[in-house]
């Protein structure tokens, strides 16, 4: 396990985006969250205490989490300072990002020097099978989105809190480094070899009880050149009986793309869906999440009764409005 609580390290993030890992951890873990340490030129900002190393330890903080996703997942040499000075104070690393703490000789050296530890979350843990296509007990609930980064975790995570709320049999499934930092458990299926992500989702969500719904995680997305395989590899693996639509609006292009414009909900709807039905024939699409956090309280209003009204759906932000609605249209199903 890795010690808790947090400092949360963004470094020189170029925009809130690219923190996404910290803000996930701050928003659905805030009781792990001492803080954050910021670089000169950082974009993001959580809203927690900026500290410096020194501060946080005599905080509590035990280990300092990369929080910053990257596009490559590169530890720069900036970077580098600042983790060796935190192992040197007695901190451990915790890092998802693609360029493992373990294959960096100084960062190990320093970390045995220290005695400290370095936990790299996006390693599987587990030989994972080929994937079958045998259909499994139980039912499964999988957030697919216009673009990367629209809100499909926070939407997995705010239906299974609903659901538990309301004493409904309910499991979140992690599958990316953030959502495994938040709950302790899951796949890495972005660095699971290719031929196996589809096994590790079956592996990830086995056999339940039929009145237990899993929230799988949400990877990616079908219209993004750059990760469509790991979503790909969701929707069949994990043989959702239901889809959520997730979105954000305001989005101008694709995340990382800017020669790309993002589909619209009718086209998601219309690629992922039969998609879907390979693995599962009962597949329906359930609902709609958007990612209202740019948007007034109005406009965000106006546009989700918009939405609604043009797709036949419920539609709803569910981390700043609550999740009720998208459990209750998997409850009608």
């Known amino acids: 396990m ?29 009781e792990n969250a001492v803080g954050q340490l910021r670089l000169p030129g950082c974009k993001a900002d959580l809203g927690l205490s900026d500290m410096t190393l020194e501060e946080a330890r005599t ?7 990369i929080g910053v996703a990257n596009r490559g997942g590169v530890i720069s ?12 104070m007695g901190f451990d690393i915790a890092s998802g990002l693609h360029n493992l703490l373990r294959d960096d000789p100084e960062l190990v050296a320093a970390a045995g020097r220290a005695g400290q530890e370095l936990h790299d979350v996006r390693v599987p843990s587990v030989s994972y099978p080929i994937a079958t296509g045998e259909k499994r007990t139980g039912k499964r609930c999988l957030a697919v989105g216009t673009d990367c980064s629209v809100g499909k975790m926070y939407t997995g995570l705010a ?11 309910s499991s979140f499934r992690a599958t990316g480094q953030t959502g495994i930092l938040i709950t302790g458990r899951g796949v890495p299926l972005d660095a699971v070899v290719a031929d196996f992500m589809a096994g590790s989702v079956e592996y990830l969500t086995p056999d339940n009880d039929a009145d237990h719904w899993d929230h799988i995680e949400g990877q990616g997305s079908l219209f993004h050149v750059s990760y469509s395989g790991v979503t790909m590899a969701l929707i069949h693996g994990g043989q959702p009986d239901a889809l959520i639509l997730a979105h954000e609006p305001t989005r101008k292009h694709m995340r990382g793309l800017p020669g790309y414009a993002l589909p619209s909900l009718e086209q998601l709807r ?23 956090a740019a948007m007034s309280e109005q ?35």
Not at 159 to 169: N, S, Y
């Open 159 to 169: 239906m299974d809190a609903e659901m538990r709320k309301r004493g409904l049999k």
């Open 270 to 292: 219309d690629t992922a869906l039969p998609l879907a039905q390979v693995a599962n024939p009962a597949c329906t699409v359930a609902g709609i999440s958007v990612n209202t």
């Open 299 to 333: 406009e965000a209003l106006d546009y989700l009764a918009e939405v609604e009204d043009r797709m036949g759906l419920p539609a709803a932000d569910p981390f700043r409005q609550g999740a009720g609605r998208l459990v209750d249209a998997l409850q009608d199903l």
């Open 2 to 30: 890795i010690p808790t609580p947090y400092l949360l390290f963004l470094g020189d993030a170029p925009d809130q985006l690219a923190a996404k890992v910290a803000i996930g951890i701050k928003d659905w873990r805030p």
């Open 77 to 88: 040499e900036t970077w580098k300072k600042v983790l060796i000075e935190a192992l040197d």
């Open 59 to 65: 905080a509590g903080a035990q280990t300092l989490v």
